[in-house]
């Protein structure tokens, strides 16, 4: 949930959306994101929407918004979405939990915001259930407890096993713990595993990052997401890297490790469905995620979170205390919101569906963009067999281009 400020139109105060978007509402998929907000530190690398519990403690030491009150707050999102979607048939095929650290919250209370969700919408037979989690804030009995809690997907920060990496990235387990958790996630019945990576880090080897995804594979897990480090605006990152204390991520660096995890995953029987993501199975392919790439709806629970249905988009206000005095009035926690029009749509389908392994169909392209694709199969960044069938499928070669083929095709 980055924290980079959006302008928009105001959000009625109760939420209602526009009469259009709502049209066609449960013939599209439906999924709800539960942004958690709280970390016990803040990573130097991270630009998301996140408070500490120093950051959320105001001058006479009390806090609006914490651990202890925030699933009541989802809750009565939850509820406000339901009134504000109205009486149509919605059930829920994916929620994901994300953070900030979700298990920071207790498995009892991510329980009942999946409840209120089963409660107000119903969960769709066979819904993915999703949560993030911080290695070092889970055991195998609190694993165990989100998966009787109804959770069947769980995702852990890894990023890296190399301690000097970790250390620049400020991020502190345990060495072997992440692993750890995914022998304990299996044993408590988890469907589906996910280890995270970032590589590129300063001063991370081909040998750091070759032991990392060694590591992650050994560990077992179906699913395995390798994100290349983005150095962010305001963050501790940026400013070290401002001041020469770090080298700023190299182009070629960055290319290079990416074909390295791809060769290494695909080696190891892990499939590449999305440019940053790889499972063994097509079971293990975060719904969720695939939800947002092709044009589903969802609602975003949680201070800062984005919400889309029927191609109107709004977003939360982002600090917690302004979330819960919103929801406390009675009123929607939405800051501002967008409505797309034909041409946004058509962008955003070229942008998210060219990441994803079946590509974007050619009949989407403007002729301007027709002939930047065949120039693109000519060149090796687009699937010539998927080109004559009429899609746009990207190369291996072409998922290192990715946003320069987007570019050229809008």
């Known amino acids: ?24 509402l449960g ?9 958690v907000p709280f970390c016990v530190t803040r990573c130097g690398y991270c630009d998301f929407n996140t408070y500490t519990a120093t950051e959320l403690r105001s ?17 009565a999102e939850i509820r406000q979405a339901r009134r504000v979607l109205g009486a149509a048939e919605l059930p829920v095929e994916t929620v994901f939990v994300g953070g900030g650290t979700p298990t920071l919250l207790s498995p009892a209370d991510l329980g009942r915001v999946l409840a209120a969700v089963d ?47 970790l250390d620049v990235l400020d991020r502190t387990h345990t060495p072997g713990r992440p692993q750890q958790c995914v022998t304990w996630a299996r044993e408590a019945g988890f469907d589906h595993v996910n280890l995270d990576l970032i ?51 190299d182009d070629d660096t960055m290319a290079d490790r990416y074909l390295m995890a791809d060769d290494l995953l695909s080696a190891a029987g892990y499939h590449w469905y999305e440019v940053s993501n790889w499972a063994t199975t097509e079971a293990g392919r975060s719904r969720h995620n695939r939800l947002y790439w092709t044009g589903g709806d969802w ?16 977003w939360n206000v982002k600090h917690p205390a302004a979330y819960a005095a919103r929801l406390a009035a009675g009123r929607s926690p939405g800051q501002a919101r967008e409505t797309l029009d034909a041409a946004d749509r058509r962008f955003e389908r070229i942008l998210l569906e060219l990441r994803i ?15 930047a694709a065949a120039r693109a199969a000519a060149d090796g960044l687009l699937d010539p067999a998927a080109y004559d069938d009429g899609r746009a499928v990207l190369t291996r070669r072409g998922r ?9 095709l809008t």
């Open 1 to 24: 949930m980055p924290s980079v400020p959006l302008d928009g139109e105001p959000v009625p105060d109760d939420g209602r959306l526009p009469a259009g978007s709502l049209a066609g």
């Open 199 to 249: 590589y590129g880090t300063p001063g991370e080897s081909d040998a750091d990052w070759k032991e990392s995804l060694q590591a992650a594979v050994a560990a077992g897990p179906d699913h395995v997401s390798a994100y290349s480090l983005i150095v962010e605006d305001g963050t501790r990152l940026a400013a070290r890297v401002r001041r020469g204390e770090l080298a700023a991520p």
């Open 27 to 35: 013939t599209r998929p439906f999924g709800l994101y539960v942004h």
């Open 119 to 165: 409660a107000e919408f119903g969960l769709a037979p066979g819904a993915e259930v999703s949560t993030e989690a911080n290695p070092e804030t889970v055991d195998r009995d609190s694993l165990a407890a989100l998966r009787d809690a109804g959770f069947t997907r769980v995702s852990f920060g890894m990023q890296s096993v190399s301690p000097h990496v």
């Open 400 to 408: 290192l281009l990715a946003d320069a083929v987007v570019r050229d």
């Open 357 to 371: 392994v079946e590509g974007c169909p050619l009949d989407l392209l403007e002729p301007d963009g027709l002939r």
């Open 299 to 314: 609602w975003g629970v949680g201070p800062g979170a984005h919400s889309h249905v029927g191609g109107t988009r709004w």
């Open 59 to 75: 001058a006479d030491g009390t806090a609006a918004s914490s651990r202890e009150t925030y699933a009541d707050q989802a809750v």
